[in-house]
């Protein structure tokens, strides 16, 4: 399709259609969206639902295409996705905001993971595909509006999700809303709350928004104002997050929130670092031209992997947390660098075990014996045979930090092997960096003679 024949239906294209191409284009969805490579058939899905098929009309190609900005259509859309694809009935009022892209999310499956959504809308969207994907999710679903608050306890009810789903009308002046009985239960604690803030602070910064973007919208913005408009914007309501997080700490592993513009992500790193928290995740996400981004962090210890901490958008680099991962090539084979870190780890009293399948070490280090000074100590305890130097780490129940370290083939015709160790769980990064750099040595010493 040309470009100009692109512009005369904007707003009128099929859901597949992309606009353009690349690793950051903005038709580029999230790789676990289920649509991403496998785009609904308007077709199909008008002949199934009745009510979908007056929506849907045909290029002179016979490609089937509904107008994006007709909120008829897209609320009948979403209806017929979730029908279709969640077994989710829903009813939603034209004036708020109505969800494009669908979750799907992988969590354990043998305990209960309590989860909060702020602001959850007329909709429930979230909290219901969120229980209706993963069977052991509960959800505690907050907003201030009483009519969103009414057709979400409806929308809970109609799908017989009441037990697992607790809608309540936030009337305090918190973001996170929690009574004294859940906060004094130390036997409750979230896995996450979510949250998509007001992106606006005023309904004129909201229309400069709209006037300033590169290119028409193709769909639609719905959306009460209550949802598209807050005192202070989205980077207030984050913060007020951030703050209230300060208190709860570890009452909730992860916090997170979508974002709206980019700059907001750049002010809310910034806020993050100045209360010293290092762990913290950032990620896009793209549905056809719109652009959103997304913004987590945690006062645990657990790490996330470098695939979802660190962000793939060159906007983004420096927003990114430091890197929880570090990787070595080794010109020697697989076995050889199995063989010698089996022995290095007994040595370093670093606790292993072997996954032969995924070819990996996972292990955990409760005492630091790799340092220049824990050498330095114990060659000296070992010399004058006395107790009486002071300890410089010693050993606890608690591990210093948790790794993994991965072999994987990098060039077989040289026969080189790529060393991959990642931190996964810990508080100190200097320990775990002290030891990768150690490991690191150690290994090119030993196979440095290969090359």
């Given at each position: 399709?040309?470009?100009?024949?692109?512009?005369g239906?904007?707003?009128?294209?099929?859901?597949?259609?992309?606009?353009?191409?690349?690793?950051?284009?903005?038709?580029?969805?999230?790789?676990?969206?289920?649509?991403?490579n496998?785009?609904?058939?308007?077709?199909?899905?008008?002949?199934?639902?009745?009510?979908?098929?007056?929506?849907?009309?045909?290029?002179?190609?016979?490609?089937?295409?509904?107008?994006?900005k007709n909120?008829?259509?897209?609320?009948e859309?979403?209806?017929?996705l979730?029908?279709n694809?969640?077994?989710?009935?829903?009813?939603?009022?034209?004036?708020?905001l109505?969800?494009?892209?669908?979750?799907s999310?992988?969590?354990?499956?043998?305990r209960s993971?309590?989860?909060?959504?702020?602001?959850?809308?007329?909709?429930?969207?979230?909290?219901?595909?969120?229980?209706?994907l993963?069977?052991?999710?509960?959800?505690?679903?907050?907003?201030?509006?009483?009519?969103s608050?009414?057709?979400?306890?409806?929308?809970?009810l109609?799908?017989?999700?009441?037990h697992?789903?607790?809608?309540?009308?936030?009337?305090?002046?918190?973001?996170?809303?929690?009574?004294?009985?859940?906060l004094?239960?130390?036997?409750?604690?979230?896995?996450?709350?979510?949250?998509?803030?007001?992106?606006?602070?005023?309904?004129?910064?909201?229309?400069?928004g709209v006037?300033?973007?590169?290119?028409?919208?193709?769909?639609?913005?719905?959306?009460?104002?209550?949802?598209?408009?807050?005192?202070?914007?989205?980077?207030?309501?984050?913060?007020?997050?951030?703050?209230?997080?300060?208190?709860?700490?570890?009452?909730?592993?992860?916090?997170?929130s979508?974002?709206?513009?980019?700059e907001?992500?750049?002010?809310?790193?910034?806020?993050?670092?100045?209360?010293?928290?290092?762990?913290?995740?950032v990620?896009?996400?793209?549905?056809?031209?719109?652009?959103?981004?997304g913004?987590?962090?945690?006062?645990?210890?657990?790490?996330?992997?470098?695939?979802?901490?660190?962000?793939s958008?060159?906007?983004?680099?420096?927003?990114?947390?430091p890197?929880?991962?570090?990787?070595?090539?080794?010109?020697?084979?697989?076995?050889?660098?199995?063989?010698?870190?089996?022995?290095l780890?007994?040595?370093?009293?670093?606790?292993v075990?072997?996954?032969?399948?995924?070819?990996?070490?996972?292990?955990?280090?409760?005492?630091?014996?790799?340092s220049?000074?824990?050498?330095?100590?114990?060659?000296?305890k070992?010399?004058?045979?006395?107790?009486?130097?002071t300890t410089?780490?010693?050993?606890?129940?608690?591990?210093?930090?948790?790794?993994?370290?991965?072999?994987?083939?990098?060039?077989?015709s040289?026969?080189?092997?790529?060393?991959?160790?990642?931190?996964?769980?810990?508080?100190?990064r200097?320990?775990?960096?002290?030891?990768?750099?150690?490991?690191?040595?150690?290994?090119?010493?030993?196979?440095s003679?290969?090359?």
């Amino acid at each position: 399709m040309s470009t100009s024949s692109t512009k005369g239906i904007l707003g009128k294209r099929s859901y597949s259609e992309n606009v353009t191409t690349g690793d950051n284009a903005p038709g580029q969805m999230h790789p676990r969206n289920r649509y991403r490579n496998n785009p609904p058939d308007f077709a199909v899905l008008a002949f199934k639902y009745s009510s979908f098929y007056p929506f849907v009309h045909y290029t002179k190609e016979g490609k089937p295409y509904i107008d994006f900005k007709n909120p008829e259509a897209v609320r009948e859309l979403t209806y017929c996705l979730l029908r279709n694809d969640f077994n989710l009935t829903l009813n939603i009022p034209l004036d708020t905001l109505c969800p494009p892209d669908l979750i799907s999310s992988e969590t354990r499956q043998d305990r209960s993971v309590y989860a909060i959504d702020i602001g959850t809308g007329a909709s429930c969207i979230y909290p219901l595909l969120g229980c209706t994907l993963n069977k052991n999710w509960m959800f505690l679903a907050t907003d201030i509006d009483e009519r969103s608050i009414e057709y979400a306890e409806t929308n809970v009810l109609r799908n017989n999700l009441d037990h697992r789903i607790t809608v309540i009308n936030n009337k305090t002046d918190k973001k996170i809303m929690l009574s004294d009985e859940v906060l004094s239960n130390n036997s409750i604690k979230f896995a996450f709350c979510m949250c998509n803030p007001p992106f606006y602070e005023s309904q004129e910064q909201y229309e400069k928004g709209v006037e300033m973007k590169h290119s028409p919208s193709l769909s639609v913005c719905t959306g009460a104002s209550h949802e598209k408009i807050t005192v202070g914007g989205e980077f207030q309501f984050i913060k007020d997050i951030l703050e209230e997080s300060l208190v709860l700490r570890n009452k909730i592993r992860w916090y997170t929130s979508k974002i709206g513009r980019l700059e907001t992500v750049n002010r809310i790193v910034r806020e993050l670092k100045k209360t010293g928290i290092d762990n913290y995740v950032v990620t896009e996400f793209c549905q056809g031209q719109t652009r959103r981004w997304g913004i987590g962090w945690s006062f645990g210890t657990q790490r996330p992997s470098t695939s979802i901490s660190q962000p793939s958008s060159k906007k983004l680099r420096k927003t990114a947390p430091p890197k929880t991962e570090f990787c070595v090539v080794l010109p020697t084979s697989s076995d050889n660098i199995k063989k010698f870190l089996k022995q290095l780890f007994d040595q370093l009293e670093v606790v292993v075990q072997w996954n032969e399948d995924s070819y990996t070490f996972s292990g955990s280090a409760n005492i630091n014996t790799w340092s220049r000074a824990a050498r330095r100590q114990r060659m000296m305890k070992t010399d004058c045979q006395t107790e009486s130097s002071t300890t410089v780490t010693t050993s606890t129940d608690e591990s210093l930090f948790e790794f993994t370290c991965n072999f994987e083939p990098w060039n077989t015709s040289i026969n080189t092997t790529k060393v991959t160790i990642s931190w996964t769980n810990g508080k100190d990064r200097s320990i775990f960096e002290s030891f990768y750099v150690h490991v690191k040595k150690k290994l090119e010493q030993e196979f440095s003679a290969d090359e």
